[in-house]
């Protein structure tokens, strides 16, 4: 009891929000701790004393925005954590309730489009995802998130006339791009924009050459791995371009137990080329 009455005793010259922000706070601290201790040891909790201290911090959310329902930012702590916890069916209808409060917050618009696109509704989807660019047209996630939105449902997009299929692709590989522009040094990013040359309705060899022997010169000899896969892609690119004596030499340097097999096709491909 006396804990509970420490939350709610107002100091000289404090106001009810500047106590509403205290304890969310306070709140968030104690979930992001938990983040802190998991990640620094994966083991540290059971799965049932996991499961227990979350719990209690849904009910600590939840406990607050009873009092404080038209709280924005608790509501997406809220909601976050509740799609953490696969919660999903919850967290869209708060993250529905935080943009009827405020309909200009892009994280808003990219958990609801999120949850839409992953429920099948491409063009509601779409829609959140491009308010979510619109609002913060420098953040890599919410263009990546355009560009796979239009990726995976192009077809819908098509049939329902939405684009063309020309301002499809260039809007798709404009996503991909900001994304890679805006986060260069994540490989995973440069690997989807090299790929999305082959999404389009006439695949862009040579730009996606292009694309894979810069990103080949950028990345350093001695990782391997990366190395190896740009050169499977670059040999990919350099079969459709009708230079398979160029990617038989790339693919002879590749030695990559895991690769085996991307490697062995890409062989037979060339096979059937020279035969």
């Known amino acids: 009891m006396f804990a ?29 701790n938990i983040y802190q201790q998991l990640e620094i040891n994966p083991e540290c909790f059971t799965t049932e004393e996991l499961e227990r201290r979350l719990g209690e911090i849904v009910l600590a959310y939840s406990s607050y925005l ?46 609801i489009g999120n949850h839409l696109a992953e429920t099948d509704n491409g ?3 779409l829609t959140f995802y491009l308010h979510a660019v619109d609002l913060e047209p420098k953040v890599t996630e919410y263009n990546y998130a355009l560009g796979e939105t239009l ?11 939405l684009f063309t299929p020309s301002a499809l692709d260039r809007e798709m590989l404009k996503a991909f791009r900001t994304a890679a522009r805006l986060c260069p040094e994540s490989f995973d990013l440069q690997m989807r924009l090299g790929e999305a040359y082959y999404d389009l309705e006439n ?61 062995d096709q890409i062989l037979e491909e060339i096979s059937r080329q020279n035969n």
């Open 4 to 32: 509970v009455l420490l939350l709610v005793t107002r100091l000289p010259g404090q106001t009810h929000s500047d106590l509403n922000s205290q304890q969310l706070y306070r709140i968030s601290q104690r979930e992001q």
């Open 66 to 111: 009873s009092d404080n329902f038209d709280d924005v930012e608790a509501l997406i702590l809220y909601g976050k954590l509740l799609r953490r916890l696969g919660e999903n069916e919850h967290a869209f209808n708060i993250f529905l309730k935080a943009d009827e409060l405020d309909p200009t917050i892009a994280v808003v618009k990219q958990q």
């Open 123 to 125: 063009k509601a989807a």
């Open 151 to 161: 990726y995976r449902f192009r077809e819908e997009f098509l049939s329902d006339q």
């Open 203 to 263: 695949p862009d060899w040579k730009a996606a050459l292009i694309h894979w022997e810069r990103l080949r010169k950028a990345t350093p000899d001695y990782n391997e791995l990366r190395c190896q896969i740009l050169d499977l892609h670059r040999a990919r690119v350099l079969i459709q371009l009708g230079r398979s004596a160029e990617a038989h030499q790339l693919v002879g340097g590749i030695e990559q137990p895991v690769l085996k097999s991307a490697r």
